[in-house]
């Protein structure tokens, strides 16, 4: 068993949908993230819970929207996604200490998401 | 705007040499420094960080600092097709990590 586990591996959806994207941690980390993965461009950080706060990058449209309801869980809420949104997003946890981003991430496998 | 630039590759390297990876950063206030490695299909796994100047070795793989240059590099010596993966760098600046886009290395038998 992993330490970070994603469902739905993959995803197809239509721009009109709506759906949730589901992540856990089993390795009692306090921060955890979104980022998305597009071809040959860098990760891109999408949102981030760390230490009970919530940071985001600004951005991300309003058509994804975060859950985090406790330190294991959290959920990325999809809705009226465009074509250019598919692409593999990958949740992390770490363990941070509150002086700064350790920068030692654990990654799930992604779920993948194709936007028709 | 604070970037981290990776050369895309590929980068083919014959099996038992030496795979040298490149990765320079615009922020000079970096504190810290990390490579993942990525196969295909998989995500992100880390291998070495690297917080002060000068070379940090762990087994095959060597972390190289050089902040006055703002550059990162890692070697991976001997190398074996099963390190043929996409490597990230990443650094950190402040809070969170800033991410090059990662270069693709292939290990030819």
């Known amino acids: 068993e992993t330490g970070v586990t994603q469902t739905p591996r993959h995803l197809v959806m239509g721009m009109t949908n709506k759906k949730s994207l589901k992540c856990e941690q089993h390795l009692g980390h306090n921060a955890m993230y979104w980022y998305k993965q597009s071809a040959k461009k860098p990760l891109e950080l999408m949102f981030v819970y760390s230490l009970e706060e919530r940071v985001e990058n600004n951005s991300v449209p309003s058509r994804f929207s975060p859950e985090c309801p406790n330190s294991s869980h959290l959920f990325l809420h999809l809705h009226t996604l465009q074509p250019e949104d598919s692409a593999l997003y990958l949740c992390?946890?770490?363990?941070?200490?509150?002086?700064?981003?350790?920068?030692?991430?654990?990654f799930g496998e992604g779920s993948r998401l194709t936007v028709l | 705007q604070k970037e981290v630039e990776q050369n895309s590759g590929p980068l083919s390297v014959p099996e038992g040499a030496i795979a040298s990876l490149n990765c320079t950063y615009s922020d000079r206030g970096s504190q810290s420094f990390f490579w993942y490695r990525q196969y295909s299909g998989k995500s992100p796994e880390l291998i070495m960080f690297?917080?002060s100047n000068g070379d940090k070795e762990d087994g095959r793989f060597t972390a190289q600092l050089n902040k006055a240059s703002q550059y990162v590099s890692l070697l991976i010596r001997d190398s074996q097709p099963s390190d043929s993966a996409t490597y990230l760098c990443a650094v950190n600046p402040n809070y969170q990590l800033i991410w090059g886009a990662g270069t693709k290395l292939i290990i030819k038998p």
């Open positions: 690297i917080y």
């Open positions: 992390a946890s770490s363990q941070e200490q509150g002086t700064g981003g350790s920068g030692e991430l654990f």
